[in-house]
């Protein structure tokens, strides 16, 4: 199974939206632990990397596309 790659600034698509309706978080940290922030409500939540990387389900938009 290949790695899923992703970065900081990325936005992403996690397999549950979030409670405000938004399913679009941007990575605003990386690190042992990911710090994510919904794009609809703004909230945060740092998460575990391991327990991102399964709970993460696609990147919707790369930080260093143009
Ligand atoms: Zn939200």
């Not at 290949?2 to 399913?23: R, S, T, W, Y």
């Not at 703004?42 to 998460?47: A, E, G």
């Not at 990397?49 to 389900?57: G, L």
């Amino acid at each position: 199974m290949e790695a899923k790659q992703f970065g900081l600034n990325d936005i992403v698509e996690m397999k549950k939206q979030h409670p405000c309706g938004k399913n679009e978080w941007k990575i605003i940290r990386m690190g042992a632990d990911v710090r994510i922030k919904c794009e609809g409500c703004q909230h945060s939540v740092m998460i575990p990397r391991r327990e991102f990387e399964k709970k993460m389900k696609k990147v919707l938009k790369f930080a260093n596309e143009a």
